[in-house]
C-alpha cells in the first residue's frame, strides 16, 4: 500500500504544463491518493464559487474507472462534438517497477549489501515517481475539463466532483469491449479513407495534414526520449555496481591504492545520484510530455473525424434530398434532414476552429516552458558533474 500526500513541490514536479485560464470559481486538485494493489484510489478536491453547486469546499474518492467514465460520457455527448475533449488518464501501471523489484530479491544472494539496499533504494524512487506520475495526469485531465469553458458546466462533470458516494461505475462486459472493439475498427477504416479525401476548408485541409505528420513525429520522439531516459537510469545503475566493486577491493588493500578506490568509489556514488537526478527530470519535462501530447493530438484528430462525419452525413443528405425529389415522396422530411446535417456540420466547424486554435496556442506554451526547464536542470547537473570530477582530480594531485 502506497499513500501519496502533495506538497508545495507539486508545480516544480508537474510533468505536462496545461494552459488553465484565471477564472477562480472552479479549482480542482488531487492532494491525497491511496494504492492497494493495482487499484488507486484518489481523494478529488474541489474549492469553488459557483452557485451550481451545493457547498463551496469539498472532497470526493474516486477509482481510475470513474475517470474512464466521464471520459466516455463526455465523447459521447453529441452537443461536444465540436470540441476537443482532454485525452483519458492512462490505466495505472505499476508492473514494471514491482516486476524489477522481484528480480532484485531473486538477485540479492549475487549482490554485496550495499549493492542490494542502493539499488532497492532505486527502485523505490522509481515506483514512487510511477505513483506521483499516475496522480499528476489524473488531476491535469480534471482541470483541463474545469478550466474548458463548456465542459465545466457538463452535468456528469458535477456528479463526479460532487456525488459523495461510490459512483459505482462498472466494467465493460465482453459483449460491449467487442462493440467498442468493432466500432474503433470502423472508425480507423473511415479515418483512412477520409484522410485521402482533401477538405473544402483550406483551415482544416492544413490541420489534418499537420496533425498526421506531427503525430508520427512525436510519437518516434516519444520512443526516443524513452530510450535516453533508460540510458541514463541504467548508467545510475552501473555506478552503483562499480562503486561497490571499489569499496570490496578497497577492503582488501592495505597500499597507498585504498584511499584512492574510496575516494573514486565515493565519487561514483555522487555521480550516480546526478546521473538519477538527469534521468527522472528527463522524464518528467520531456518524456512524459510527449507521451502527453501523443494523447491529445489524438483527441485533436478525432474532432477533425467527427467533422469529416457530419460532412459525409450532410452530402448523403443531399443525394437522399434529390431522390425525394425525384420520386415527389417524402420531400419535407428529406429537406428537414438536409437541414439538421447542415446546421450540425456548420457548428462543428466553427466550434472546430477555435479548438484547433487554442490547441495551437497551449500546445506551443508546455512546449517552451518544459524545453527550457529542461535545458535548465541539464545545465546545473552538468556543472554538477564536473564540480564533482574536478573536485576528485585536485584531491589525487593533493595526494
Request: charged share 35%.
Amino acid at each position: 500500500m502506497t499513500s501519496l500526500s502533495q506538497d508545495s513541490d507539486k508545480e516544480k514536479l508537474r510533468s505536462v504544463s496545461v494552459d488553465l485560464n484565471n477564472d477562480s470559481s472552479l479549482l480542482i486538485d488531487i492532494p491525497d491518493a491511496l494504492c492497494e494493489r493495482d487499484k488507486v484510489k484518489f481523494t478529488v478536491h474541489t474549492k469553488t464559487t459557483l452557485n451550481s453547486f451545493q457547498k463551496p469546499d469539498f472532497s470526493v474518492s474516486r477509482q481510475h474507472e470513474d475517470f474512464i467514465w466521464l471520459h466516455d460520457t463526455l465523447v459521447e455527448t453529441e452537443e461536444y462534438a465540436g470540441l476537443i475533449i482532454p485525452p483519458a488518464p492512462p490505466k495505472p501501471d505499476f508492473e514494471s517497477p514491482r516486476e524489477k523489484m522481484h528480480k532484485l530479491g531473486e538477485g540479492e544472494a549475487t549482490m554485496t549489501k550495499e549493492e542490494y539496499t542502493k539499488m532497492k533504494q532505486e527502485l523505490e524512487a522509481e515506483y514512487l515517481a510511477v505513483f506521483k506520475k499516475t496522480v499528476q495526469v489524473h488531476e491535469i485531465f480534471l482541470q483541463r475539463l474545469s478550466s474548458h469553458p463548456n465542459l465545466s458546466k457538463d452535468r456528469n462533470f458535477q456528479i463526479f466532483l460532487e456525488y459523495d458516494q461510490d459512483l459505482s461505475v462498472r466494467r465493460k462486459n465482453a459483449k460491449e469491449m467487442f462493440g467498442g472493439f468493432f466500432k474503433n475498427m470502423v472508425k480507423s477504416a473511415d479515418e483512412v479513407l477520409i484522410s485521402g479525401i482533401k477538405d473544402v476548408d483550406e483551415f482544416f485541409e492544413q490541420e489534418k495534414t499537420f496533425l498526421l505528420d506531427y503525430f508520427s513525429k512525436i510519437k518516434d520522439s516519444t520512443a526516443k526520449a524513452e530510450k535516453m531516459t533508460r540510458s541514463h537510469k541504467n548508467v545510475a545503475d552501473d555506478y552503483i555496481h562499480i562503486s561497490a566493486t571499489l569499496n570490496s577491493i578497497a577492503a582488501d588493500d592495505n597500499t597507498a591504492l585504498k584511499q584512492h578506490l574510496e575516494k573514486f568509489a565515493e565519487l561514483l556514488e555522487k555521480l550516480r545520484k546526478v546521473e538519477g537526478r538527469v534521468a527522472s527530470d528527463q522524464e518528467l519535462k520531456l518524456t512524459e510530455l510527449l507521451r502527453y501530447y501523443m494523447r491529445d493530438i489524438q483527441a485533436a484528430k478525432d474532432l477533425l473525424y467527427r467533422r469529416a462525419r457530419a460532412l459525409a452525413d450532410y452530402e448523403n443528405s443531399n443525394k437522399a434530398l434529390d431522390k425525394a425529389r425525384l420520386k415527389s415522396k417524402d420531400v419535407a422530411q428529406a429537406e428537414e434532414n438536409q437541414k439538421q446535417c447542415l446546421l450540425k456540420f456548420d457548428k462543428l466547424s466553427e466550434s472546430g476552429k477555435k479548438e484547433l486554435t487554442s490547441f495551437k496556442g497551449r500546445r506551443v506554451v508546455a512546449f517552451r516552458k518544459n524545453l527550457i526547464e529542461m535545458a535548465e536542470l541539464e545545465i546545473k547537473h552538468a556543472k554538477n558533474s564536473i564540480s564533482l570530477l574536478q573536485g576528485c582530480i585536485e584531491l589525487f594531485k593533493a595526494n
